[in-house]
């Protein structure tokens, strides 16, 4: 097998350390001068849920498998030591990744085009695991395309120029963002509530979702449980597995259209945790439908009330040998580590 090395770029790091020593560190860690208003506690609630969240996917690909490597301890790196990486030496046995998700590469930007040439220069390959739409509105994408040798992405098709930049020898994958969990991390729950939880996100209570809330309320009373002012901290996440339904509402970029078939990633931890997850459409449809198709998700059109509750109904119902076959696909194939550790593996079977 080979050695091989993970670096993960995390906008809330600072030295290049182990992800394990980051992670312990990162639940008592002060973020006051991270904010623009250190007195506003909403904005740092806001960042820390979004620490807490980066956290967690660092943890998610330290913790990667594959019967092709041999995963060495991975380590964590912020725009304040992207030169103390480059200045690390690369032991001649070892594999070395660097990877980016998000829009993170934009804390890089002007600097991509002068470091990417020389990390690549000493082996490092670079992985993007890019969501929303990267390739149309983050700027420097197109000064990063040209050092990757892997990207997945959730745009189809790809913005024309900044898929012209892509080396041809990069490995792109059309794959949405999954669940940045541990896969198996929270445990089946034989006996879970039959209840249903709404999960909503920082669109708070928008009019669509308050009709969505009030239905489902009305229809399940005290069965029903509501998340809508932003989203569970990831330390709590585990625990939502005490229900049995989760309700994931609509994406964020549903009018765009690379993305009108796009979604959350909340499907995908919610099965992770063996709930059932019910997932609204974007109106133009898609993304989801062949996990609906497989019977692993259950889904309704946009808007539609009645389908909703149908929905709901038919979650609450599920037998459990059919919520665990949801947990274990879920656990298996949809998760970030999962699916960066195939796509690497890939890639390095076509160079």
């Known amino acids: 097998m080979t050695p091989l090395r993970i670096f993960v770029f995390c906008p809330w790091a600072q030295e290049l350390t182990s992800v394990e ?12 001068a991270r904010v623009a208003n250190p007195k506003d506690e909403n904005l740092l609630r806001m960042a820390r849920l979004d620490c807490d969240w980066h956290g967690e996917n660092a943890r998610a690909f330290a913790q990667m498998s594959h019967a092709d490597f041999e995963f060495l301890p991975a ?29 993170n590469p934009q804390k890089l930007a002007g600097a991509l085009g002068k470091l990417l040439p020389l990390l690549t220069r000493k082996g490092v390959r ?24 892997v990207l997945i992405h959730d745009e189809s098709p790809l913005d024309d120029h900044g898929s012209a930049a892509l080396p041809t020898s990069c490995t792109c994958i059309h794959r949405s963002w999954v669940a940045n969990l541990v896969p198996f991390a929270a445990p089946f729950n034989e006996k879970p509530e039959s209840k249903i939880l709404f999960l909503g996100s920082k ?11 009030d239905y489902l309320r009305n229809r399940f009373g005290d069965c029903f449980v509501a998340i809508h002012d932003h989203s569970v901290n990831v330390a709590d996440r585990t625990s939502l597995n005490r229900f049995k339904v989760s309700v994931c509402p609509e994406g964020r970029k549903f009018t765009t259209p690379a993305m009108s078939a796009t979604h959350t990633d909340r499907p995908f931890w919610s099965g992770c945790l063996g709930m059932v997850p019910v997932s609204e459409n974007s109106q133009a449809g898609g993304r989801l439908e062949q996990l609906a198709q497989d019977g ?26 059919q919520r665990r076959r949801i947990y274990n696909h879920f656990n298996r194939h949809e998760t970030v580590g999962t699916v960066v550790a195939a796509a690497i593996a890939t890639s390095a079977r076509t160079r």
């Open 21 to 32: 020593s980051f992670l312990e560190r990162l639940p008592t860690g002060d973020l006051t």
């Open 75 to 103: 380590r964590v790196v912020g725009s304040s030591s992207m030169l103390d990486l480059l200045k690390t030496e690369r032991p001649p046995n070892e594999e070395w990744w660097l990877i980016f998700d998000g829009q």
């Open 126 to 149: 670079v992985l993007y695991y890019a969501f929303d739409e990267a390739s149309r509105t983050m700027p420097c994408f197109r000064e990063l395309a040209p050092h990757l040798s």
């Open 203 to 213: 669109l708070g209570l928008t009019d669509h979702r308050k009709r969505q809330i």
């Open 296 to 321: 692993l998700i259950l889904r309704y059109p946009h808007g539609d009330l009645d389908a909703l509750t149908a929905a709901c109904e038919q979650a609450l119902a599920l037998p459990d040998e």
